[in-house]
């Protein structure tokens, strides 16, 4: 439990703060976070390629607003370690539950930016086996230097009454939202999946018979002519992942919580190894959405955390078409990544507005 109450905490919502100051978005930053996130398409780093498709400047990944973390864009004085919020959560308790983004336009090299959070929500759950469950929602407002709306960020943090799992996080972890753990469901079971890359024995049958499909590109949707719900997108693999994968995106990011890259620190919290962060996971799983219908295209994208995933394993990232608001132009997508055993990662959605 926070050790404020929770009437407290209620009383703050709607408290809003600048939480990002001078976010600049630069073109060599964009280029090392699409790399972190094994993002390949010369979009992200070629001007000549960006002008070609239509954009003004090169163009950031969806979940590049992640940067802002770094402490040179925060304000002076800026406290507490959710968004600057005091709710008496303890840090190594706290869970990255979901992540989500509403898209009025890409984030552009040469944005400068500014984050007003306000707490959005504040409520609590019986998590079983987890214990009680408080929950916070921030909300958070990117803005461009002319006052435009460029982007807004919602982040669920969960409390939790103690480790669940045994995999603990500490104040050194992420600043806004603890750490990118797995969330417990409403019945308070852990979905973490630890699969052990060095078991030789597999106690019970991978979800998807053991195989690994290929990537598998498609063509980019641009208009609504032919689509129909059900479709499949492209394959997004990322395999052999290597403690390198989680260093670079910690680097490209800003999250350098110790448990993604130092073995003893990771271990001491319980977990087998170190794992990687959530929203590296979430960054390959984006890939879907951009190589599908493109990045400007996009208008919302949001993922629900559910299992680690440690060296040596593998991401399979996949989308299939949910709805076609033909009315609207507007198709919404089911998102899952997996590990190579079958094991779901995370779930998400995403919105895509095209051409009629």
């Known amino acids: 439990m926070p050790t404020k109450p929770l009437s407290e905490l209620e009383a703050m919502v709607g408290d809003s703060r600048t939480t990002v100051e001078a976010f600049r978005i630069e073109r060599g930053k964009v280029e090392e976070f699409?790399?972190?996130?094994?993002?390949?398409d010369p979009l992200f780093r070629d001007a000549s390629v960006a002008r070609d498709r239509g954009y003004e400047a090169v163009p950031a990944p969806l979940t590049y607003a992640q940067v802002s973390r770094f402490p040179r864009y925060r304000p002076d004085g800026l406290e507490g370690q959710g968004k600057g919020f005091d709710l008496g959560f303890r840090p190594e308790y706290v869970l990255h539950g979901e992540q989500a983004y509403e898209y009025e336009r890409p984030l552009l090299v040469g944005d400068v930016l500014t984050g007003t959070?306000?707490?959005?929500?504040?409520?609590?759950?019986?998590?079983?086996?987890?214990?009680?469950?408080?929950?916070?929602?921030?909300?958070?407002?990117?803005?461009?230097?002319?006052?435009?709306?460029?982007?807004?960020?919602?982040?669920?943090?969960?409390?939790?009454?103690?480790?669940?799992?045994?995999?603990?996080?500490?104040a050194n972890g992420d600043d806004d939202t603890g750490n990118d753990e797995p969330q417990p469901d409403s019945s308070g079971s852990n979905n973490a999946g630890n699969a052990d890359t060095d078991a030789t024995v597999d106690p019970e049958p991978a979800a998807n018979g053991g195989a690994v499909p290929a990537a598998e590109p498609v063509d980019t949707v641009r208009s609504l002519d032919g689509v129909d719900v059900g479709d499949g997108g492209p394959t997004v693999v990322v395999e052999d992942l290597e403690r390198k994968h989680f260093v670079k995106y910690a680097g490209a990011s800003g999250d350098f919580n110790p448990i993604h890259y130092d073995e003893p620190y990771a271990r001491g919290a319980g977990n087998e190894s170190v794992f990687g962060q959530g929203m590296f996971t979430?960054?390959?799983?984006?890939?879907?959405?951009?190589?599908?219908?493109?990045?400007?295209?996009?208008?919302?994208?949001?993922?629900?955390?559910?299992?680690?995933?440690?060296?040596?394993?593998?991401?399979?990232?996949?989308?299939?078409?949910?709805?076609?608001?033909?009315?609207?132009?507007?198709?919404?997508?089911?998102?899952?990544?997996?590990?190579?055993?079958?094991?779901?990662l995370l779930t998400g959605s995403a919105t895509a507005s095209l051409e009629e």
């Open 117 to 170: 959070t306000t707490l959005s929500d504040v409520y609590q759950r019986d998590g079983g086996r987890a214990g009680s469950m408080t929950f916070a929602v921030y909300e958070t407002e990117y803005r461009d230097e002319s006052g435009g709306l460029v982007l807004t960020d919602r982040v669920t943090a969960i409390e939790t009454s103690g480790a669940v799992g045994g995999e603990g996080d500490d």
């Open 34 to 40: 699409a790399r972190a996130i094994t993002e390949s």
């Open 282 to 344: 979430a960054g390959v799983a984006s890939r879907v959405v951009t190589d599908w219908f493109g990045l400007e295209s996009i208008t919302a994208f949001g993922v629900r955390f559910q299992s680690q995933v440690f060296p040596g394993d593998t991401i399979v990232a996949t989308g299939e078409l949910e709805s076609v608001r033909g009315e609207e132009g507007v198709v919404e997508v089911a998102l899952e990544a997996t590990n190579q055993h079958g094991e779901t």
